[in-house]
């Protein structure tokens, strides 16, 4: 039975209710359960409440009932079969079905007797939970873009099997965009998987009690990321220090030796915005503060620091020892993740992980953090280990307050950000940004800067992080970084090791945050057996670390940065106000281009600047393609005509950069 309320349309049949609801600009949602009613706490779902609806009209035709909001229709059967299309009538997403009993007026059905549904509730047997699949018809023509960041080589996701789980450098933002002109939003933080697969489109919840999913339309990626930032929120005005450069390293071991770093950047009159206190400073995992013996007077530091306009970071972990002076607290008031069997989950040993999805927790958390940090000057976090790293992605066998992980474990990167964001706009910060190395749909609005984890230090790595970045500004997460060089595997003394980071750092310059990290080799001894001590740290991975070749070029790539800080500035506002993507690929300019829609190894920062980054080894020259228009090359200053192909050199020390006609942007020296 359909029933019609002004903005919705309900349909109860058999033993599925199902809901499709106006939502947002130019939106639908859709939800369906086999429980009695849906869930009243809606905390779970990446949405925001009270979406904004206007132009709705509910009508019949060909025998469906249809919702129109805006741009976007639904058409409904009497079966609760689902149609989305555009304004126009175009067919944008269709549900799969291989079980229809007989034709319907106006459309093109046929009968099979596979018994396929599109929308499988498969219950567990005793228990109020189902393992969900959703499918969809395939469209041979179609892309598909976003989803977050995956270790992988591809920018287009179309025949690609993904995992909607997080890991260590793999987030899971569960938001599609489609080259057909329709965005998709799986509301759904279960662990699971999608398969855009050629014959049918599958995404998977393994345990959930309903479906929740959302559909946008829009003439270009501009109106489809726009439409879907604003039901998901945006993140908040870049601070000044964001659009500068970051040091960082695995990892300072003293108070002395971290500002002598800093004091040396000063004394080169080199620009540093922020530098960074990586994990291990504490005396155990779960004190939130700084170990005495090898950083003695934080205010003190953080005030030598702000003489030499320099903000400091640093590392906080989820993790929570045994030793420390707040588990047994944490332990009794319930703030920590448990495990369903066996003892509490290990984290790099004897930790249990607190749990991010309880309110109390978050606030105890911030608590410590605020006392021991945030009081004293420091008002950046790195919100490390935000997945979180639990010991074999064991998924099944953890359990938060919010739930069992296989149910909404996907939400713990956004929530972690959101202890953060809370606790600091309600201490008067603003605006936040903290470093996360996950996220999922909706971590922007907590002032998430998510960078690729702990990844490898190649050139198959930098190819893979060009993509990762580019889907997860399509999926709604604009700030963005990766450690610039990778984080394993580089040897300060190896040619090799030095061509790459410097190609990396090139990269890194047009990259949303300048960040340099990494683990680097000959490693470092630990300085004790105790406490801070006890953590080995990597070699220097300072700018002058590479020799005077790699300095230069370096130093060039700061000052490109620097003048790149008021176009900066400006493509952030952006961000802000539209959730516009600060790098993306060259279709999101250009959607009515073919081309554009083919290259995955150029992007645009901004709307003005055209990157080619260099992603090989020994490469000195590329071909580079040219949208529509006149484009202003950034070091030579001549112009070339737009829809074209060019074979353009690219020396060691350069990379080829193109500015659009009109743009005011200095040249690069």
Known sequence: MI?????????????????????????IRVRATQRSAFKEDQTAQALLPDPVVTQVEIYEKDSCTCLQNGQLICEI????????????????????????KMEEPGRKHFNSALEIDPRTFTPYEGMDQYKLTVRFEPQPEEKIYGMGQYQEPYLDLKGCTLELAQRNSQASVPFALSSLGYGFLWNNP???????????????????????????????????LRQYT???????????????????????QTQEELLAVAREYHRRHLPLDVIVIDFFHWPHEGDWTFDPVYWPDPAAMVHELDRMGIRLMVSVWPTVEQDSVNYPEMLDQGFLTRSDSGKRLGQLGQAAIFDATNPAARHFVWGQIKANYFDKGIHIFWLDEAEPELTGYEF????????????????????????AYEG?????????????RCAWAGSQRYGALVWSGDIDSSFRSLRNQLRAGLNMGLAGIPWWTTDIG?????????????????????????????????????FQQPLGSSGGGKCPSGAANEVWSYGEEAYEIF???????????????????????????VIRPLFYDFPDDPETWEIDDMFMLGPDILVAPILAEGVRSRRVYLPAGTWRHAFSGEAFRGQQTLEVAAPLDQLPVWFRSGAELPRFE
């Open 77 to 100: 059967t009497q079966e609760g079969h689902l149609r989305f299309l555009n304004q126009r009538s175009r067919l944008l997403l269709e549900e799969y079905e291989r079980n229809r």
């Open 424 to 436: 600091m706009t309600e201490a008067g910060q603003q605006p936040v940004l903290n470093l996360l």
């Open 230 to 252: 604003a039901v998901t929120g945006r993140v908040p005005e870049m601070p000044d220090y964001g659009l500068g450069f970051w040091q960082c390293k695995l990892r300072y």
């Open 486 to 522: 990778g984080f394993h595997g580089g040897n300060i003394a190896d040619p090799n090791f030095k061509e790459l980071l410097i190609r990396w750092f090139e990269f890194g310059a047009f990259c949303p945050v300048m960040r340099l990290h990494g683990y680097r080799e000959p």
């Open 3 to 27: 029933k019609k309320e002004a903005d919705k349309i309900w349909l109860r049949r058999d033993k599925e209710l199902l809901c499709v609801q106006a939502w947002g600009e130019n939106g």
């Open 190 to 224: 279960a662990i699971g998987q999608v398969t855009f697969a050629k014959n049918v489109t599958e995404w998977t919840a393994q345990s959930t009690k309903e479906m929740d999913y959302w559909v946008t339309a829009g003439a270009t990626p501009a109106d489809i």
């Open 555 to 581: 130093c060039r790539f700061l000052k490109i940065r620097r003048q790149l800080r008021p176009y900066l500035a400006g493509v952030m506002h952006t961000a802000h106000e539209s959730g516009a993507p």
């Open 396 to 419: 099944q066998h953890y359990r938060y307050l919010m739930g069992p992980d296989m149910e909404v474990g996907n939400i713990f990167p956004r929530e972690y950000a959101r202890m």
